[in-house]
C-alpha cells in the first residue's frame, strides 16, 4: 500500500513507459476515446465500484482509464497468469498524475508469470474496495473475461449457502489443481467472515463478459438458473466476436509464434484445430505467411467453411505426424493429448489460444513416461521424447499470443472495450430493467461502435435514401440488419 493505493505489481519504476506505450494507444483507440467525451461530464458510472478481471495490457490500461474518467472506481487482475504487461499496470497503479512514490492511480494485482496461487490471491483482492468510510466492501460491477471473477462470487455463495464445499466439475477449471486453489481461497475468505460471498453477491448490479469462455459459462449459470445477477455477454456483440477475435487473433497469433520461436512459417504445414471466429483468423494468419494449412472440426458448417477457404479439413489424429505447428481454438477440452504431441515431427510448435489451458493436455505430456523439459526462455519450453525428439510449447498450453506476445493490437480492442464500457453503463444505470438472465446489447450500438471506428479508418458511409430505407424495411439511421442477420 502506499499513498492509500494497495497493489501488487512487478515494478512501479516501469510505469513511466507504460504511460508512454497508454499515449500512443489512445490514439490507437477512437470507440474509447469518444466514450470518454460524450460522457464526460454526464460521468453515468459515478458510484459504480467495478472489479475488473481481464489481461493487464496496454490496450486494457486505456479501457481502465475510461471506466475512471466515466466516474468508477476501479480494482484490477489479469484473467491468465502470463498476459500481463508490467509497464502497463505500473502505469495504471501510478496513474497519469502520480508517481512511483506517491502513485495516484488504480489499485492493480497483476505481474507477468504469477503462480496460480498467486493468480487467485489476486482475483480475490478484487473484491475489497473501501467505502467512504474505510469499510471494505465489495464491489457493484464485474467486468470479466473468461468468468474467473464471476467464478469466485458464484462458488463463495454456493459455499456459504451449503456449507458444503463445491463440487469439483471439470468445465470450471483448468485442473483440479486449481480448483484446490479455489477452493482454498474461498476457506480462507470464509474464516475471515462467514457471509462474505453472500453479501458481495448481493451488492453486485451485473457482469459484463468478454469472451466466448466466459459467455458459455454464464449461459450455463442462467440455464439452471443458478445466475446471481443479470449479464451482458459483450463477446458477441458484432464488433467484439466478428472482430477481435477474428482479425486480432490473425494479428497476435503470428506475433506470439514469431517471438516464441522465429521459425520461418512460409511452406509448413499448420493444423489449426477449431475454425470458429478464433479459428478463422488463425487460418487466415498463417495462410498468409505460406503456411500450408489445415483446419480440424466437429461441426459441418464450419468444416464447410474452411474447406471452401481452400483449407484440407482432416482429423488431428491423422494428420498429427505432419504438422510442424499446431494451434488449438476450440475453447474446448482434450483437444492435443500426450499420445498425439508423442507422434508430431522433430521440434513441432504446440500452442494455444483458446481461453483455457485445457486445450492441450500439459499435465499428461509432463506424466509421459521418459519425458524431459528444457526451458528456452520464459513461456517457450522443448519437450524431449525419450525417442529424441521433442516439441516446443508455448505459455504450458495458455492464450500464446498473450503469453509470447502483447496479444490484441489497439484498434480492434477498441471496438471490444466500446462494447465492454457501453454494457458497463447499461447494467450499472438500469440494472432494475434486466432479470438474472444473460443479454445482448441492441444492435443499434453495434453500429455506433462500428461507425466510430470506421470514421477513424477514413471510411465514408453511404448514406440511404428516405425512399430506400423503406424499400427495404429499415430506418435511415439504422439499426440496418435484422437480428438474424449473421454478417
Ligand atoms: P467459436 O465457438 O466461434 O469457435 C470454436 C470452434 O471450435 C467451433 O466452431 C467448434 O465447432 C470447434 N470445436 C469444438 N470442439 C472441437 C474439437 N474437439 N475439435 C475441433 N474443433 C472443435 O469460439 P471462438 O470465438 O472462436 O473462441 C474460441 C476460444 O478462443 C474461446 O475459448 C475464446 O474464449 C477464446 N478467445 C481467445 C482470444 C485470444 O486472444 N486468444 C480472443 C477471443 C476468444
Not at 458481495?200 to 443458478?226: C, F, K, N
Not at 477475435?245 to 512459417?265: C, F, M, P, Q, W
Not at 528456452?376 to 506476445?405: C, T, Y
Amino acid at each position: 500500500k502506499r499513498n492509500g493505493i494497495d497493489f501488487a505489481v512487478a515494478d512501479l519504476g516501469l510505469a513511466e513507459f507504460g504511460r508512454k506505450e497508454i499515449r500512443l494507444a489512445e490514439h490507437e483507440m477512437p470507440g474509447l476515446m469518444a466514450l470518454r467525451r460524450e460522457y464526460a461530464e454526464a460521468r453515468p458510472l459515478h458510484g459504480a465500484r467495478v472489479a475488473g478481471s481481464l489481461h493487464m495490457t496496454v490496450q486494457t490500461a486505456v479501457l481502465i482509464e475510461t471506466l475512471v474518467a466515466l466516474g468508477a472506481d476501479v480494482r484490477w487482475v489479469s484473467c491468465n497468469i502470463f498476459s500481463t504487461q508490467d509497464h502497463a499496470a505500473a502505469a495504471i497503479v501510478v496513474g497519469p498524475h502520480g508517481t512511483p512514490e506517491e502513485p495516484r492511480g488504480v489499485p492493480v494485482f497483476a505481474w507477468k508469470g504469477e503462480t496460480l496461487e498467486e493468480y487467485w490471491w489476486c482475483t480475490e483482492q478484487l473484491f475489497k474496495f473501501t467505502d467512504e468510510a474505510g469499510n471494505v466492501v465489495g464491489p457493484n460491477m464485474i467486468l470479466d473475461d473468461g468468468g474467473d471473477a464471476t467464478l469466485l462470487v458464484h462458488k463463495g455463495v454456493e459455499f456459504e449457502k451449503t456449507g458444503v464445499v463445491p463440487t469439483v466439475d471439470d468445465e470450471d477449471l483448468t485442473v483440479s489443481d486449481e480448483y484446490r486453489i479455489i477452493l482454498d481461497t474461498l476457506r480462507r475468505s470464509l474464516a475471515e467472515d462467514g457471509k462474505r460471498w453472500t453479501t458481495v453477491a448481493s451488492d453486485i448490479r451485473g457482469v459484463t463478459e468478454e469472451t466466448t469462455t466466459g459467455v458459455h459459462r454464464l449461459y450455463q449459470l442462467a440455464e439452471q438458473g443458478l445466475l446471481l445477477f443479470p449479464a451482458i455477454n459483450v463477446n458477441d456483440s458484432v464488433t467484439k466476436s466478428k472482430f477481435d477475435n477474428k482479425y486480432g487473433i490473425r494479428h497476435s497469433l503470428v506475433d506470439g509464434l514469431n517471438r516464441a520461436t522465429d521459425v520461418l512459417i512460409g511452406g509448413k504445414v499448420a493444423v489449426v484445430c477449431g475454425f470458429g471466429d478464433v479459428g478463422k483468423g488463425s487460418a487466415e494468419a498463417l495462410a498468409g505467411q505460406g503456411a500450408r494449412v489445415i483446419v480440424t472440426e466437429v461441426d459441418p458448417i464450419c468444416a464447410l467453411q474452411a474447406l471452401l477457404e481452400g483449407f484440407q479439413v482432416a482429423r488431428l489424429e491423422d494428420v498429427v505426424g505432419q504438422a510442424d505447428i499446431i494451434i488449438t481454438t476450440t475453447g474446448n477440452k482434450d483437444i492435443v493429448s500426450a499420445e498425439l504431441m508423442s507422434r508430431t515431427k522433430h521440434q513441432a510448435i504446440i500452442g494455444n489460444v483458446g481461453h483455457f489451458d485445457n486445450e492441450i493436455d500439459i499435465a499428461g505430456l509432463a506424466r509421459f513416461p521418459g519425458i524431459r523439459r528444457i526451458n528456452i526462455k520464459p513461456q517457450v519450453d522443448e519437450w524431449v521424447f525419450p525417442d529424441g525428439h521433442s516439441i516446443i510449447v508455448l505459455s504450458e498450453g495458455r492464450l500464446l499470443n498473450l503469453g509470447n506476445a502483447t496479444g490484441h493490437p489497439s484498434f480492434v480492442m477498441s471496438n471490444s472495450f466500446s462494447n465492454q464500457v457501453i454494457a458497463q453503463i447499461e447494467l450499472f444505470t438500469k440494472h432494475e430493467e434486466y432479470n438474472k438472465d444473460v443479454y445482448r446489447l441492441p444492435k443499434i450500438l453495434d453500429e455506433k461502435v462500428a461507425k466510430i471506428h470506421v470514421e477513424a479508418l477514413g471510411g465514408e458511409l453511404t448514406k440511404l435514401t428516405k425512399d430506400q430505407a423503406e424499400y427495404i424495411g429499415v430506418d435511415v439511421e439504422g439499426p440496418f440488419k435484422p437480428e438474424h442477420y449473421r454478417y
